[in-house]
């Protein structure tokens, strides 16, 4: 890493934080040469050096740091429990206290001046081995291929460092193929540490490979099940697991949900220039596993077994969570629109997200986005700082009554976006790859443009289906909960209490609903955050009875 030292990123503790850490550790003498931990190495503590060094290695060998007396070892991997991306190896004789990861939990939980400067080295740390690719993991795929921009999203959004090869571009590629076996019509291909070659994986088979997560102990009746690690899902993990409750998240793809794939939020409190959702969701998650929360990714949720309690949550793993009570978070998914050779397109031209992999794919590109929504607004400015021009295309006759003033006032002085009111798609075309866009306004002839990319932000259809007749829906398969359960719902659902549903709860005791998922919520970050911590108060109430 750079000199002189980033001093967050490499603080040094002074005598008296160094003996407050001492008695959660034992002080241990390493000879010259001897290796702490190496890559791959899963739960591990954290070392506090006292004397000597400690000289930390990416795979290829290259010193990423050299750690001096005072500073520590380890980074947001810690927390997690996933394995190190690096090795640590001490050149001379060196003195370092040993702390457990029991023990540095319980540091970070108790000791706010501690648990600031170590988290904020380890979000750093993690931060630079991603973005400078520090890791064992390998991508080799195409910027043609809708399977690469999966695995390219999944890796980015969970915080995980590789490095990408392009069949295109890359021309060792080859060599890499051949000592592995592999060949162009394999690709995507994930490489793991040069152990194990994934070709075309889902989502769950990476997961597994790299060791997203811990198991799940199905000796254990887990406090609350959370399915879906939306704002809604891990402010509710982070009230739950601080409160002490005995909590499991299950997210399908990555931590953030919808609102981990917006580029910026400007309106969301305490973020006066705005927050990503990606890093929005990062913080929120570090914060969960601070706690304690268990956060399994790739894990979706396929179906409840709601007819007794202990619930059962069914995954696509074929495993089950038992739980005393359950928070729905699954949020909503962007509506498709009837176009019939839509499929054919998706990641190939067709996109749900503008997040910073997307928009590499249109760098100085014309592009159309579809939607009026504050996500679609947000995508707007931020792709048009890297694509030629943007065109906005929205059913109705402007954006006046669906999204924020300040998005509006942007789009309107943007010399890079144009809005296209009471305009339509009416079909797309392309070989392989989208070439061109057909849209029609209402009082004009069809147009076809040469636009190779189009961003979908089209309303929402709720993450319903797994709950199977569980709960009641509404007309449009939100979970319905609180004061919006009728006489008929109850009855329907055979209640059995004498009180009625407390906020958030379902028609099914002890089930409650958080976020877009339910039925009448305000489609908002902040108000997603609010409903998950407020439902944790109503947990223990109902777990109390």
Not at 19 to 43: M, N, S, W
Not at 197 to 217: G, K, Q, Y
Not at 280 to 305: H, T, W, Y
Request: aromatic share 6%; net charge negative.
């Amino acid at each position: 890493m750079a000199e002189p030292k980033n001093e967050s990123m490499f603080p040094k503790l002074d005598a008296a934080q160094i003996a407050r850490l001492e008695p959660f550790g034992k002080r241990r003498r390493v000879d010259a040469g001897e290796t702490l931990f190496e890559i791959g190495q899963q739960h591990l503590g954290v070392f506090v050096l006292i004397e000597g060094n400690i000289e930390i290695f990416s795979p290829s060998g290259t010193v990423v740091t050299v750690h001096e007396p005072g500073e520590f070892t380890g980074e947001i991997n810690l927390l997690s429990g996933r394995p190190s991306v690096v090795s640590a190896r001490c050149a001379e004789p060196t003195t370092v206290i040993e702390i457990d990861p029991a023990n540095l939990r319980r540091i970070i939980q108790t000791d706010p001046e501690l648990s600031e400067m170590l988290l904020r080295a380890y979000v750093l740390r993690r931060a630079y081995l991603v973005a400078n690719s520090v890791g064992d993991v390998v991508l080799a795929g195409s910027s043609h291929s809708a399977d690469t921009l999966r695995l390219k999203g999944f890796l980015t959004r969970n915080g995980y460092p590789f490095t990408y090869l392009d069949v295109e571009r890359d021309a060792g590629i080859q060599e890499l193929f051949d000592h592995f076996q592999v060949g162009v019509a394999d690709i995507p291909v994930l490489i793991c540490g040069n152990r194990y070659v994934l070709r075309n994986p889902t989502n769950a088979e990476v997961a597994r490979c790299l060791s997203f997560n811990t198991e799940i102990d199905h000796g254990t009746v887990y406090d609350i099940v959370i399915v879906g690690a939306g704002p809604s899902g891990l402010a509710a993990a982070v009230y739950a697991a601080s409160e002490g409750l005995n909590v499991v998240v299950l997210e399908s793809c990555a931590p953030g949900g919808q609102a981990g794939s917006s580029s910026r939020i400007e309106n969301y409190l305490g973020f006066p220039t705005g927050v990503s959702g990606q890093e929005l969701a990062d913080r929120a998650l570090v914060q969960s596993q601070k706690f304690g929360a268990q956060v399994n990714i790739a894990a979706p949720a396929i179906g409840l077994k709601c007819a007794k309690e202990p619930f059962a949550v069914n995954l696509a793993s074929g495993e089950h969570v038992h739980s005393r009570s359950i928070i729905i978070a699954t949020g909503a998914a962007y509506r498709k629109l009837a176009l019939p050779n839509l499929a054919q397109f998706e990641g190939v031209g067709v996109y749900y997200g503008a997040t910073h992999v997307e928009a590499q794919l249109c760098q100085d590109e014309e592009i159309a986005i579809v939607g009026g929504g504050n996500s679609a607004g947000q995508a707007a400015v931020f792709l048009s700082t890297r694509a030629k021009h943007v065109h906005l295309l929205v059913r109705g006759p402007g954006l006046s009554e669906t999204m924020s003033r300040y998005l509006i006032r942007r789009i309107e002085e943007s010399p890079a976006i144009t809005l296209w009111a009471r305009t339509e798609i009416e079909g797309l075309e392309g070989n392989g790859q989208l070439q061109h866009l057909r849209w029609r306004s209402q009082d004009g002839a069809a147009e076809i443009h040469d636009i190779r990319h189009l961003f979908l932000m089209t309303g929402a259809n709720p993450n319903t289906a797994w709950l199977k007749g569980c709960l009641a829906l509404d007309g449009k398969q939100f979970v319905k909960a609180g004061m919006d359960l009728t006489p008929e719902d109850l009855e329907t659902a055979k209640w059995p209490l004498q009180r009625p549903p407390y906020l958030l709860e379902t028609s099914l005791p002890r089930v409650f609903a958080v976020g877009d998922v339910r039925s009448g919520s305000v489609k908002r970050v902040a108000s997603a955050v609010g409903e998950g911590s407020i439902c944790v108060q109503l947990v223990h109430r109902v777990l109390a009875e």
